[in-house]
C-alpha cells in the first residue's frame, strides 16, 4: 500500500467519526486554541488522532470504535507520558454508526502525574454548556473542515456547545450559528473520536460523553449538523463493573476486541495502518 492510498484509506475510516474542532467563521481561530493545562487527563492513540480520557491511573474511557489499533502492548499517549495498553475491554452492544460506542482500556502501568478525570453521574445533563478538545480536523461552520487531521500536526483547539439533547446512551449537539450560537461555539470534525465532553467544578475535570459520530448524510462540520456522544451516566454501570469486577465478570459483559472493523479497514489493511499511525 503506497502513502497516497494509505492517507486516503486513514481519512475515509476517521471522516466517518468526529470530534475535532470545526468553529464559528466570525470569531478568530486562535480563540480556540488549547492545551493539555485545559484537560490534563486527555489520552490520544495515534499519531494523527483518536482519544480517550484518564479516568482511573490505569484506566482509560474512550468510544469503542477508536480501539481498532489499541491491542495489548501498544503505546499511547496520557497527557506526555507514554504508557502500554494492558487489556481492551469493548462494550458488547457496539453497533458502529448507531449505538453503544463506548470502551476501557486497561494500561500496564499507572499514571501517577495526571489527576483522573471524573465520572459523571447525574441524568441532568441536558442544557450543560461543556467544552469539546481535541487535534483532529479543523475548519468553520461555512466552509466545513479545512484542514484535515493528517495535516493539523497535533494542535489541540477547544469549543463550547450545549447539550441539546440526553436521552438513552447518547447526548446530542448541534452546531449553531449567529445569536443562538456560544461565544466559542465548536463542533466535532474528524480524527478526534473518544475525546470527551467536559464540564469543569473547582479543580475537577467531570467527563458527560465521549465523541462518538457526527450526522449522516450532511457535509461535516456545517452549522446546524448534530454530533453524537456516548452518554457516561449512562454507561457507569457499565464501567464501574468492568473496572472492580475480575475476569470472569470482564468476560461476561465486555468483549477484547470490536466485532466490527471501521469503514474502510480490513484484516489485511490492518497490521499495516496501525503500523503507521502508532505512537
Known sequence: MNKIKLIVLITLIFSTHVSAIVMRHDVPQEHYSASLKHFPALAQFYIDGAHGVLIEPTWILTAA??????????????????????????????????????????????????????????????????????????????????????????????????????????????FDQGEEALPLEGIGGGGDSGGPAFIKIDDDYFVLGVSSRGEFGSTVGMYGNLEYYSRVSYFNDWVNDVINGDDKVRAKIALPKLKHLMVGLTEETLPRVCADIGI
Not at 70 to 94: E, F, M, Q, W
Not at 113 to 134: D, M, Q
Not at 136 to 147: L, S
Open 65 to 174: 470504535h477508536t480501539t481498532f489499533c489499541t491491542d495489548p502492548g501498544t503505546t499511547i499517549l496520557v497527557g506526555r507520558t507514554k504508557v502500554k495498553v494492558k487489556k481492551r475491554y469493548v462494550h458488547p452492544d457496539h453497533e458502529p454508526g448507531v449505538s453503544h460506542d463506548i470502551a476501557l482500556i486497561e494500561l500496564e502501568t499507572p499514571v501517577s502525574n495526571i489527576k483522573p478525570a471524573l465520572l459523571y453521574e447525574a441524568n441532568n445533563e441536558k442544557g450543560k454548556i461543556i467544552t469539546f478538545i481535541g487535534a483532529g480536523d479543523a475548519g468553520n461552520g461555512m466552509e466545513g473542515v479545512t484542514i484535515p487531521h493528517y495535516e493539523n500536526n497535533g494542535v489541540l483547539r477547544k469549543a463550547h456547545n450545549t447539550v441539546e439533547k440526553a436521552e438513552g446512551p447518547l447526548l446530542v449537539f448541534k
